[in-house]
């Protein structure tokens, strides 16, 4: 009998069509209570993690649900072809460029959106902008 492997998972969430193999994996899988239980139900996992991702469900959350960690989480949607997501609203970026060009400070930047001083950075050197002029 063939052994199911993460591509095969893999290639279900890419394209939503499962193998019969497959099937019968994830109808056979029930409820993981231990280390060696959990070996064998990765596959089954995998799916669940992606699909909770889809959804919109915080990486917390879906390390707390599937007992896995981010560097697992971010594995799992890299195999899967699934785009990650941007941590940042597109209109909450814009006006923290709007507010870093009208010369706010950083961390009031920050405070005001909501988001951690390394977003706003990462935002603004996205965006090709620089607060000083370079030295010669």
Do not use: W
Not at 63 to 82: H, L, P, S
Not at 113 to 127: M, P
């Amino acid at each position: 009998m063939p052994l199911l492997q993460l591509k095969d998972a893999a290639d279900y969430v890419r394209t939503n069509k499962a193998s019969q193999l497959l099937l019968k994996v994830l109808r056979s899988v029930a409820h993981v209570f231990n280390f060696t239980e959990e070996r064998h139900n990765r596959v089954n996992r995998y799916v669940a993690v992606i699909n909770a991702y889809k959804r919109g469900d915080p990486i917390t959350k879906i390390e707390q649900d599937f007992g896995c960690t981010k560097r697992t989480i971010y594995d799992y949607i890299k195999k899967a072809g699934v785009q990650p997501r941007s941590f940042v609203a597109a209109e909450i970026r814009e006006d923290i460029l709007r507010d870093y060009r009208a010369k706010i400070p950083v961390k009031k930047i920050a405070e005001l959106h909501g988001v951690s001083l390394r977003s706003v950075r990462k935002i603004v050197k996205q965006a090709g902008l620089r607060r000083y002029p370079l030295r010669k």
